[in-house]
């Protein structure tokens, strides 16, 4: 639904709002690549998916991989991560965003934190073919201490970006959609 409904045209304010949290994903994901499977882009995505919807989370999780990727490197991994995000955005849109304002918020850090090990098993379960790995559950397993970096990164990140994000998220969605054409 990149539209508003009424005019079918993509509005400046929307596109603005994408790009900026493509550029924030990016970004994020240079200044920690020293730190292996630690940034908030998960986090953003989950955000996102929980405030503007699915749609919009895909968009900045595919456009941030290409982007990001385009100086850390492109492979197969590349196709890996846009659909172990998707899987993410997903779950988080169709389980999580109905629910979502019932949810405590040491369980959302919780689910942030789960869902490192989600994408991890997601592109451990894509890469593996790719790479002629015969033993799927050997080569997941020595992977879980990057997904437990990924999983307390998110946790962190959640703890510290959620404050912050949900209610930009809904002061610019106010400000600009009050109408409810955003959706």
Same mark, same amino acid.
């Given at each position: 639904m990149l539209?508003?409904? *009424?005019?079918?045209?993509? *509005?400046?304010?929307?596109?603005t709002l994408l790009a900026f949290l493509t550029a924030l994903c990016q970004v994020s994901r240079q200044l920690l @690549?020293?730190?292996p499977n630690v940034q908030p882009v998960t986090v953003i995505?989950?955000?996102?998916?929980l405030t503007v919807g699915i749609s919009d989370a895909l968009i900045v999780a595919v456009l941030s991989i290409l982007l990001s990727n385009m100086t850390l490197g492109m492979g197969v991994w590349t196709i890996a991560q846009i659909v172990s995000f998707f899987v993410v955005v997903l779950v988080t849109g169709l389980m999580i965003k109905p629910i979502f304002k019932k949810i405590p918020f040491a369980l959302m850090v919780f689910y942030a934190g789960f869902t490192g090990y989600l994408y991890g098993f997601i592109i451990?379960?894509? @890469?593996a073919p790719f790479f002629g790995i015969q033993n799927f559950w050997i080569y997941y397993a020595s992977g879980i201490p990057f997904d437990t970096m990924h999983a307390v990164g998110n946790s962190g990140f959640y703890l510290i970006l959620a404050p912050i994000l949900f209610p930009l998220l809904n002061k610019f969605l106010n400000k600009y959609y009050s109408n409810g054409d955003w959706k």
């Open positions: 539209c508003n409904k *009424s005019t079918g045209k993509l *509005s400046i304010q929307r596109i @690549q020293f730190l995505l989950i955000i996102l998916t451990s379960l894509i @890469q």
